[in-house]
């Protein structure tokens, strides 16, 4: 599909962890994303567990989306955690996006962990149905 080039960010190296940089970018989880394409758009969906409305950040910028969100997974009052298996609560994901796809009527919905992103096609970039006329 060439639609959505998918680009995963890296955490940082240890050395690059020490240095204080205006460019650092605290270490997170990729989330897992399918992305489906139609004839109007693309439908991406991106598995985000124990992530809130509140802590979810989505960007748009010239042909670049990114999605950003914190869970809130914590341990009830008067428990505590015996195993772990997910202690980072940050995700990130980066996409590059086509210049067929309308950015600006991208929809947003989050419900049981799960995004939802829609973005249409721009209406040039729609297939259509020529009409032939006979002569």
Known sequence: MNQV???QVR???ESARSKTSANYVEAA???PVDVVEDGTGITLYADLP???KDNLHLHVESDTLTIEAESA???PEGLQSSH???GLARFRRIFTLSKELDTEKVSAELKHG???LRIPKVEQAKPR???VKAA
């Open 5 to 7: 080039d998918t680009a």
């Open 129 to 131: 149905r020529i009409e």
């Open 114 to 116: 799960v995004l939802t």
């Open 50 to 52: 124990g992530v809130s």
């Open 11 to 13: 955490a940082p190296s």
């Open 84 to 86: 772990t298996e997910v």
């Open 29 to 31: 989880l990729t989330p």
């Open 73 to 75: 997974l914590s341990v």
